[in-house]
């Protein structure tokens, strides 16, 4: 069945609201740094695949019996494809930021009508009648969580779900530890990472209640992965986009001292290590 085009979609712009000043820097960011990723981000992805199965476990009902599906921030498609593999029937609209990443996530699936393209700001949603809104290691992005949260609580069906994986700001520790330690040792201020402001469970739930979502399950994980050394660590980071929006590029001197103090303080046999620090949300609106 062929389908439509990516948009802003005729009908769809309803759904949207404007962005700020402040937030549309950051979203830029954002959308960069994935954007420049999309033909490597599927090699580099292990771990958000990883928290995108584990979603789909934790939301598996919803999923099959949505009629209206949205995805937001559905990059390559890795997701998309398990949600339209699940549910052949619902109507799927995936957003993402970007227009390569939407087209690299519709090459994926095969051709139907029922597949939306958006290309929209997920934080800028604010009307719909979706069962499900299912979002894979995209919520941590977020520039206003609360507002967001409230107008996806609007866009869902009484009785529907929403299902996020997220990052927590316990991500990548061993990096913020030894860069602090680096730029004391250099008499630099340290470039901060992303994963400062992400937001932790505790402050996911406020705003979950306050958006008046009910039966939430939460459930934190860690997730430690050995990388040869820290360039590949890095370079990994910047496979999959998950940089700072706002880079900040270290010197050659920073980065050599960073190494030493990583490798110094948490490198073994396997390399060093690098924890992922992860939520898996599912919360309902009740009817
Ligand atoms: C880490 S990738 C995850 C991609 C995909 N969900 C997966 O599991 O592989 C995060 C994605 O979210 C998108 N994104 C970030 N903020 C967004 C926003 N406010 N609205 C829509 N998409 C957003 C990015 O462009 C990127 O494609």
Not at 110 to 114: E, N, Y
């Given at each position: 069945m062929p389908e439509a085009t990516i948009t802003p979609m005729a009908g769809l712009e309803a759904l949207l609201e404007e962005p700020g000043p402040s937030a549309e820097a950051l979203k830029r960011g954002v959308r960069r740094n994935f954007a420049r990723r999309a033909g490597t981000y599927d090699r580099h992805a292990a771990v958000q695949r990883c928290m995108g199965r584990e979603l789909l476990a934790r939301s598996a009902g919803a999923v099959t019996e949505a009629r209206r599906l949205l995805e937001i921030?559905?990059?390559?498609g890795y997701l998309t494809a398990e949600l339209r593999r699940l549910n052949p029937r619902a109507l799927l609209v995936a957003v993402d930021l970007d227009r390569t990443l939407l087209e690299a996530a519709r090459g994926r699936l095969?051709?139907?009508?029922?597949n939306l393209w958006l290309m929209a700001d997920?934080?800028?949603?604010?009307?719909g009648d979706f069962d499900l809104i299912i979002a894979n290691a995209t919520f941590q992005w977020f520039a206003h969580p609360r507002r967001t949260i409230a107008n996806l609580w609007e866009c869902l069906n009484f009785g529907g779900m929403l299902a996020f994986s997220t990052l927590g700001p316990g991500t990548f520790r061993e990096l913020a530890d030894c860069l602090a330690r680096a730029g004391d040792r250099l008499e630099r201020r340290p470039p901060a990472i992303p994963a400062a402001r992400f937001l932790a469970a505790p402050e996911w739930r406020d705003l979950l209640t306050a958006a008046g979502f009910d039966e939430l399950e939460m459930v934190v994980a860690t997730l430690t992965v050995a990388y040869p050394d820290v360039r590949e660590f890095l370079l990994t980071l910047r496979a999959t986009g998950a940089?700072?929006?706002r880079p900040q590029p270290f010197s050659h001197r920073f980065l050599s001292t960073l190494s030493e103090i990583y490798r110094q303080r948490y490198g073994g046999d396997d390399g060093i290590p690098a924890t992922y620090d992860i939520l898996w949300v599912t919360a309902r609106k009740q009817s």
């Open positions: 921030g559905c990059g390559t095969s051709p139907d009508r029922r997920g934080e800028t949603l604010c009307r940089t700072n929006p």
